[in-house]
């Protein structure tokens, strides 16, 4: 009975101590397995920081790159691209002209009347369509041919049939923002697609004419009078409202930047004379490149998975294109480091899958539980019960990716300010100290989906300009949204450069 009582007490206590151990050993694996999760954020902080300094760093390359763009073609990876847009609008302009937006995930044919007096609203239709997935990747004629259906279609809907009758014809600003090699304001060449679009035929090949003979197919007699880039689009309607606009920069699907330059700063094109003096530049900052920018694992991943490897870095790291993709690259380096999104969702390794709204979306779940950031996971990415502390992290991991973007963005915005002269400091070449210049009231047109849709992306971007400028400069620095100003602006354009005169234009 001894015997069996103490072989029994044994027994138990041997078993009870393999459970504690299997416990005991669970629990330091699965601490180390989360300490090895920590570490990832950890490390992509390290890898993201943007501190001042680092910005500054930024700023100074993007003013010294946007001097080599504009001394010559090719002495930057900045295009600093003319666009023969020698004026902008200022509120004289009358007559109905039409845009055509194309060049992100939604494409938008307007139709504004213009009265001739500086309106605050201007009269407009819009009509909004996403693009087909296959046509961005198809033939030229074929995407060319849904777009001027589209504008046919748009244009028939006005219900005055009288209109067709006139002898004048339409005239439209075509916005499409991808890199062009402009030979006027309303031609120019594709030097390369972006964004997801990759139609080779298209390559080189002068985009007004390939739009005009679509319309001539579809019988719609229209002519393109401009055409634009979407930040020049911006600058031009940011323009039209406010006169102290010398700037404008987009940041949606994609991110670019443009700009007032003196035509005497232009180098690359000696000779050139404007009116105005002055010429808007379209950067293509989107393909900015800099060894003081923070670069991760992540982006190095993302960079060579893309249809274009070692292009478009600054875009990359900045636009709503890639922000999800980035976040979601992290999260699957978590899930190899540990168990915790166990199962593996076969979901979690889709490209893209997780969009940029979505992100902003955990990101700014301010519920106590995070019910959002768990719905996301859940719907998104099919990864069921994630524990609160694993959701904590990867909103962490948003803020870490968004913050990174947002101050990037403020660094190019300096770097602009810089190069004419409005940061504050005296210009690129310096010199005059800050105190004894006269800060003028400066304004850049802003635009897209990220900046005006992403309230903690815009908070961050503010925040560092301020950073970077100083209050008492940044004070003089007002970023104003334009409202569909990347088509409303081309249509705006298309009016300056009307090939009617304005005192024959009649009002329709
Ligand atoms: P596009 O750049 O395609 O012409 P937009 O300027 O409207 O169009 O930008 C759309 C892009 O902005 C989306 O693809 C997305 O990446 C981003 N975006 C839109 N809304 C939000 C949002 N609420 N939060 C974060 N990103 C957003
Ligand atoms: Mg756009």
């Known amino acids: ?9 044994v027994g138990v206590a041997v078993a009870a101590c393999a459970v504690a151990t299997v416990v005991v050993g669970r629990r330091i694996r699965s601490r180390r397995k989360w300490r090895r999760v ?20 930024v700023v100074d390359a993007m003013a010294v790159e946007m001097h080599a763009g504009l001394a010559s073609d090719g002495g930057s990876k900045l295009k600093m691209l003319l666009t023969f847009v020698d004026k902008l609008p200022n509120g004289s302009e009358k007559g109905t002209y039409y845009a055509l937006d194309l060049g992100g995930t939604n494409f938008r044919v307007l139709r504004v ?5 500086r309106s605050s609203t201007l009269e407009h ?20 041919d849904f777009i001027a259906s589209s504008l046919k279609e748009f244009v028939e809907r006005e219900g005055d049939i009288s209109e067709l009758s006139l002898d004048r014809r ?29 139609i ?3 390559v080189g090949r002068e985009i007004a004419g390939c739009l005009e003979k679509a319309m001539t197919r579809k019988g719609l007699n229209m002519r393109v009078a401009a055409l634009v880039n979407d930040s020049v689009g911006s600058l031009a ?3 039209y409202h406010d006169t102290d606009t010398v700037a404008a920069v987009i940041i949606g699907t994609g991110t670019n930047a443009c700009y007032l330059e003196r035509t005497d700063a232009i180098i690359k094109s000696q000779g050139l004379l404007t009116t105005s003096g002055g010429m808007v530049v379209n950067m293509e900052w989107g393909n900015f490149w800099s060894s003081h920018l923070p670069r991760t694992v992540y982006d190095i991943e993302l960079d060579a998975d893309s249809p274009n490897p070692n292009d478009q870095g600054f875009e990359k790291l900045i636009s709503g294109m890639y922000l999800g993709d980035v976040v979601r690259r992290v999260i699957v380096r978590m899930s190899q480091e540990s168990d915790i999104f166990d199962p593996i969702s076969s979901k979690l390794s889709m490209p893209f899958i997780l969009r940029t709204p979505l992100i902003a979306a955990m990101h700014e779940d301010d519920s106590p539980d995070l019910e959002e950031v768990r719905r996301i996971l859940r719907d998104n990415l099919e990864i069921p019960d994630v524990p609160l502390k694993v959701r904590k992290l990867i909103v962490k991991v948003c803020d870490v990716v968004t913050r990174r973007a947002a101050r990037l963005a403020a660094a190019g915005i300096v770097g602009i300010l810089k190069k004419i002269g409005r940061d504050g400091s005296g210009g690129i070449a310096g010199g005059r100290s800050r105190s004894d210049q006269k800060m003028r009231r400066t304004v850049v047109a802003m635009e897209g989906g990220l900046y005006t849709g992403y309230t903690m992306f815009r908070d961050y971007l503010h925040e560092a300009l301020t950073e970077i400028l100083g209050e008492d400069i940044a004070q003089h620095v007002i970023i104003k949204v334009t409202e569909d100003g990347s088509a409303m602006g ?5 009016a300056s450069h009307s090939s009617y005169p304005v005192d024959s234009v009649q009002l329709l």
């Open 1 to 9: 009975m001894g015997k069996v009582a103490v072989g029994l007490a």
């Open 237 to 239: 309607l940011g323009h």
């Open 125 to 144: 239709d819009v009509y909004r369509q996403p693009i087909p997935q296959d046509l961005m990747t198809g033939s030229s004629e074929d995407l060319f």
């Open 200 to 202: 080779e035929d298209m």
């Open 170 to 198: 339409r005239e439209l600003g075509f916005t499409f923002s991808f890199p062009v090699k402009q030979m006027s304001v309303s031609s120019g060449t594709l030097l390369k697609w972006t964004k997801g679009f990759s």
């Open 113 to 117: 009347k213009l009265e001739g007096t």
């Open 38 to 57: 920590v570490g990832v954020l950890k490390e992509l902080e390290q890898s993201c920081e943007t501190t001042v300094g680092r910005l500054r760093q």
């Open 490 to 494: 081309a249509a705006l354009l298309a």
